[in-house]
């Protein structure tokens, strides 16, 4: 059973930063490509960021190139997003996305909270 747990979110100030963590179990880590979506209020769940089996390909939405960064941790099965320079802009339900392989099926998390705020 495929699972995918995001933990991170929170609240912070403009200019703060956050990582967030998506923790997968019940498939080959190394034989799936990660992602970050996220979603505001009123609008469509959009990527943010993404990074193949390798952990080396990464590709970013231009709205967060140069302020955040992906990666993963093949050991731990887990996914992370490091999130700079936050801006209100980014506030959103964040999203971790698992595409498989192996059967071509997409997952998703259940989504954590990132509110940038004074």
């Known amino acids: 059973q495929v699972q995918l747990v995001e933990s991170g979110g929170g609240l912070v100030q403009p200019g703060g930063s956050l990582r967030l963590s998506c923790e997968a179990s019940?498939?080959?880590?190394?034989?799936?490509?990660m992602s970050w979506y996220h979603q505001a209020p009123g609008k469509e769940r959009e990527l943010v960021a993404r990074i193949q089996g390798n952990g080396v390909t990464t590709n970013y939405a231009d709205s967060v190139k140069g302020r955040v960064s992906i990666s993963r941790d093949t050991a731990k099965n887990t996914v992370y997003l490091q999130m700079n320079s936050l801006k209100p802009e980014d506030t959103a339900v964040y999203y971790c996305?698992?595409?498989?392989?192996?059967?071509?099926?997409?997952?998703w998390g259940q989504g954590t909270q990132v509110t940038v705020s004074s």
């Open positions: 996305d698992a595409f498989l392989w192996t059967t071509r099926n997409t997952y």
């Open positions: 019940g498939f080959t880590f190394r034989m799936s490509t």
